[in-house]
């Protein structure tokens, strides 16, 4: 429970920023997938479309703080040697 005015605004601010976090996250995650999908149907040509919409918004949630760097460094080093593979 919150005792003062500026803790009740932390609290209200963390919500806020909780929501935005889960947006971007639930966006980076959803791009992510249709990397995956396309990966697993086995159309480089869909998979590599999806992979370039992919790689900003990782690098997005890395500059935002929702992802560490070295995460999206990996999803995204993973990612591109499957669709490499695919040829």
């Known amino acids: 429970m919150a005792n003062t005015p500026q803790a009740e605004k932390r609290i209200r ?5 909780a929501a935005v976090n889960k947006a971007r996250l639930s966006r980076i995650r959803t791009q992510v997938k249709k ?6 149907a086995g159309d480089k040509a869909a998979a ?19 992802l ?7 999803k995204l080093s993973r990612l591109t040697k499957q669709v490499a593979a695919l040829a």
Request: glycine fraction near 6%; aromatic fraction near 0%; hydrophobic fraction near 40%.
């Open 35 to 40: 990397v995956e999908s396309a990966i697993a």
């Open 68 to 74: 560490h760097k070295n995460t999206a460094s990996r």
């Open 13 to 17: 601010r963390n919500e806020r920023r």
């Open 48 to 66: 590599s479309v999806a992979l370039q919409a992919a790689q900003p918004e990782l690098a997005r949630g890395v500059a935002k703080g929702v």
